[in-house]
């Protein structure tokens, strides 16, 4: 008997791989929650047949044996769903950023919206596996990390845990994404016209997911700078990232250290970085390093819609169910 799972913000992007990923996996069974009377399907071929539908009802949820329920959808909605789901028993994996912050002083803030009830931001764990795996085995309310700071973390958490950056000299993170991680509606800035043949940073040093890089990795806000950009590519993140040590030392070393044992975590020899051919479609983030004394550039690449969503939202699915990290993903 496969384990249903309920998917509310299927037609979004990440709810798309989501439904793709579920449905090919040995221990899930995907159903498909409706929460948008007025949204659209696309075309399907004659005598398609596609995961189940119910309403995305805490009622309806359980009536259809639901045990786990994906919220690819925005803060605003899952901050509406989420409680409902765990009165009733259910576990939830939020992909939105709601639930990520640690306060409601930290949530104000960067998104500048009323607080979240600090009870629900205290019972949500972290879910990026490589750091809180203990946490998630087992947990009812998992939120799924941000895009950008899923690499941004993996990068740099291990060198600010060896002591061997330069903090005060800064640490610069150039983060260049495809227009998928924007979401499915649409907007000026992701219209075709203005993307096509376009490069253009945003939200700079006001990004909604630097909180989430600063308080994962142990970094002051004054010790970080993030810009966010735009490239006109459908999907894949590549962040180059600027560093200072304070002492010589082999980055790539740490790195092994941290991650020789890591399904999803690729490392790439002293001197090679990745690009996003290599990494796009699948769950891995690759980390490339080069050093010239002591300064170093890493380069971290990941699939925004896999790695960075949906397919760590299935790598937590696993965890909570004690099932073998990797089913679904390889």
């Known amino acids: 008997m496969k384990t249903s799972v309920g998917i509310v913000g299927f037609r979004g992007y990440s709810g798309a791989e989501l439904i793709r990923l579920l449905s090919a996996h040995p221990r899930a069974n995907p159903i498909l929650m409706e929460h948008r009377a007025d949204a659209g399907d696309r075309p399907v071929p004659l005598g398609y047949g596609g995961p189940p539908r119910i309403a995305s ?19 605003e909605v899952s901050i509406e769903l989420a409680p409902d789901f765990l009165a009733a028993g259910l576990r939830v994996i939020d992909l939105s950023g709601a639930f990520r912050l640690r306060t409601t002083e930290v949530y104000t803030r960067w998104y500048q919206e009323p607080a979240i009830p600090a009870k629900l931001l205290a019972e949500a764990v972290y879910g990026l596996p490589e750091f809180y795996r203990d946490q998630i085995r087992g947990a009812k309310f998992v939120s799924n990390p941000g895009c950008y700071p899923t690499a941004a973390n993996l990068a740099l958490r291990p060198l600010v845990r060896a002591g061997v950056l330069d903090l005060d000299a800064g640490i610069v993170c150039d983060a260049k994404s495809g227009v998928s991680g924007a979401g499915r509606k649409p907007s000026l800035k992701t219209h075709f016209c203005e993307v096509t043949e376009n490069f253009s940073a945003y939200s ?23 810009t966010a950009q735009l490239i006109p590519v459908h999907r894949g993140i590549l962040e180059t990232i600027y560093v200072r040590l304070n002492q010589d030392t082999d980055l790539a070393a740490i790195y092994a250290d941290a991650y020789a044992n890591e399904p999803f975590v690729r490392r790439y020899a002293p001197g090679q ?57 390889q």
């Open 57 to 75: 009802t805490q009622a309806a949820a359980v009536a259809a044996g639901v045990e786990c329920v994906f919220l690819a959808t925005p803060h």
């Open 204 to 226: 700079i040093l006001q990004h909604r997911h630097v909180p989430e890089v600063l308080q994962n990795s142990g970094l002051e806000e004054r010790q970080f700078s993030f």
């Open 273 to 329: 970085v990745p690009d996003l051919k290599a990494v796009t479609h699948t769950n891995f983030c690759d980390l490339g390093v080069v050093q010239q004394g002591r300064r170093a550039v890493i380069v971290a690449a990941e699939d925004n819609l896999i790695k960075g969503a949906a397919g760590q939202a299935v790598q937590n699915l696993n965890l909570m169910f004690g099932w073998a990290e990797t089913d679904g993903l």
